[in-house]
């Protein structure tokens, strides 16, 4: 029998937001992806929940703050992406609500995304990891602005802000999901871009001491594992919420429901 692949993200698109909760999530794998995508002129931009400013133990938040901000910039740049905003939640303790929600559609409004990318809700991530607290709620919290945007009656205040209605996010990809449902290939110089982009954080990675990963061996091995899914050498892999039907809807397509005989 033969092992399924998993299908690449489509790629015809232009622009894409990561949407994330602290300074170096995007890096870890995901960044790779972006590489890829920016090389073929596509507009990536970053939105970032926090400032990591309770990322590092042995610093205070407040000097912690600009330094993981510097970082995220750097490592932004090293895979493209020259647009990236930081919303101002408390690191550690971001609240899922309808606060987190209406900054990310502004952002959605503002920038005009037909992607969004972000790190899984769930409490369990690939592997089994048990995903941290800022992690989930921003997840989801992007998941429902990707809606948010499209709806005038959500946040109506926005558009007196000049934010008119944006329903033209197409994805929102989830990396880091127990069961993703697309794949991009990330081999050779996105790969290579991705690990520049990480690398970048070395004042917060030298700050977790032996837990730190080196970047190059670490995305190497996650890529590795990840490529036999897509078939290729190195991947990033993605759960993907589809918002809206590509071409006529099932029921207009002529297709027929099942017909039960036997029950």
């Not at 606060?99 to 809700?121: M, Q, W």
């Amino acid at each position: 029998m033969t092992d399924v692949l998993l299908p690449a993200l489509p790629e015809d698109w232009e622009r894409a937001m990561a949407v994330v909760a602290h300074p170096d999530d995007i890096e870890y794998g995901t960044a790779s992806a972006i590489a890829r995508w920016t090389s073929q002129g596509k507009t990536v931009t970053y939105l970032l929940a926090t400032r990591g400013e309770a990322g590092i133990d042995s610093m205070r938040p407040e000097d912690a703050a600009p330094l993981r901000e510097q970082e995220e910039r750097a490592g932004a740049a090293e895979v493209g992406v020259k647009v990236v905003e930081f919303l101002d939640h408390r690191d550690g303790v971001v609240e899922y609500g309808n606060a987190l929600r209406r900054d990310i559609t502004r952002s959605i409004r503002r920038h005009k995304p037909e992607v969004i990318l972000s790190g899984a809700f769930s409490i369990r991530m690939i592997g089994g990891m048990t995903n941290q607290a800022d992690h989930r709620a921003v997840g989801l919290a992007a998941l429902d602005a990707a809606r948010d945007a499209g709806n005038r009656w959500i946040f109506p205040e926005l558009e007196d802000e000049g934010l008119e209605p944006w329903n033209g996010v197409r994805y929102v990809c989830f990396a880091g999901a127990e069961k993703p449902s697309h794949g991009v290939d990330i081999t050779g110089e996105p790969l290579q871009r991705g690990i520049a982009s990480l690398a970048a954080h070395d004042e917060y990675t030298k700050g977790l001491g032996g837990a730190g990963p080196e970047p190059g061996p670490f995305l190497t091995w996650m890529a590795g594992m990840a490529g036999p899914a897509l078939g290729v050498q190195h991947a990033v892999l993605f759960d993907v919420h589809a918002l809206r039907f590509e071409g006529p809807p099932p029921w207009a397509q002529g297709n027929q429901p099942p017909v039960v005989t036997d029950i």
